[in-house]
């Protein structure tokens, strides 16, 4: 059976976790599907929008433990050949599409499951869903970028007690916090999920990807090189035809047909 379930539609690519059984945890099966369906996102022009969520009552439980019970007489397994091949590139993936990711978390977000949802650009979660970084439960360290979404969204100090707790956090308070965009009744997630991965694949598709750009150096980068960086990135959303027939839009007081070029 297919560990991520795939269909595209009017430009969004939606994706769906597909081990209810096991809280969608990660398994290198899930992990090599994943990869091959944001191939096609970044590679098929059509697709202009991700839409991520999970089946099931969870969206993710991080990684399945079931396949890494350490018998006290193994050898201790290596986990940073797991984070090299499967969790880094994931993340890279979705930081670097230039295309918008919107994360629908329908439930339980654990784990490395919780730092994936982090890792999208438009978080939306279901009332009941809560994000848990429960790394430490396991003596291990926030992985997939905990780490560094964790401070930049809800500052140090409460990125401390969620890493250091591992404390369940509710999607209401996750709101609250800053840790993601909205959080929504359970029956509207879906839809509002996609009507947004759907507005967001009829946008300028370009710009979209050069804000992404934009947003992701900054946080390294000093005022004086991010006005550089923006002067480039404007000079290059200024070439593109979404932004002529903005303007033209505009101006013509009609709504603007991208076509994410
Ligand atoms: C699971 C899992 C799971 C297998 C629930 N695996 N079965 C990266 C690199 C390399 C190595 C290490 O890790 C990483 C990154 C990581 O993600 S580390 C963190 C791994 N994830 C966790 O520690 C979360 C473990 N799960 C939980 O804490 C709870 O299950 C949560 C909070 C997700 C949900 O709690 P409940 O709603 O109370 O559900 P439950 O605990 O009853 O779970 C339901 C079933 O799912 C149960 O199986 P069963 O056969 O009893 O019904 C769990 O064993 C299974 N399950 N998470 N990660």
Redesign the pocket.
């Known amino acids: 059976m297919a560990s991520i379930l795939v269909s595209q539609e009017a430009g969004v690519l939606s994706l769906t976790l597909n081990r209810p059984d ?2 969608n ?1 990660f398994n290198p099966q899930m992990h090599q599907e994943l990869r091959r369906a944001l191939e096609q996102a970044l590679n098929d022009d059509a697709v202009r929008a991700v839409l991520l969520t999970g089946a099931g009552r ?1 969206f993710c ?6 396949e ?1 019970n350490p018998r006290p007489d193994a050898a201790p397994i290596d ?1 940073a050949v ?2 090299s091949s499967f ?1 880094n590139p994931l993340v890279r993936r979705l930081r670097e599409l230039p295309k918008p990711v919107v994360c629908a978390v329908n439930g ?1 977000a ?4 919780a730092n994936l949802a982090l890792a999208c650009d438009l978080v939306l979660a279901a009332r009941s869903a809560s994000f ?1 970084q ?2 430490s ?2 003596g ?1 360290v926030p ?2 970028g905990g780490t560094w979404f964790l401070p930049r969204l809800v500052g140090p100090a409460r990125a401390m007690g969620l890493a250091l707790l591992g404390e369940k956090l509710s999607a209401e308070d996750a709101e609250r916090w800053g840790l993601i965009w909205k959080a929504l009744d359970d029956a509207a997630l879906p839809e509002e999920a996609a009507g947004l991965a759907r507005a967001l694949a009829a946008g300028p598709t370009r710009g979209y990807g050069l804000i992404k750009k934009a947003l992701a150096a900054s946080w390294s980068n000093s005022l004086d090189a991010q006005l550089e960086l923006e002067r480039d990135l404007q000079r290059e959303a200024g070439f593109s035809q979404d932004y002529r027939e903005g303007v033209r839009a505009f101006l013509e007081k009609r709504k603007p047909e991208f076509r994410g070029k």
């Open positions: 096991k809280l945890a969870a439980a991080g990684q399945d433990l079931s890494r986990l797991s984070l969790y339980v654990a784990g490395a499951g848990v429960a790394f439960r396991l291990l992985d997939s």
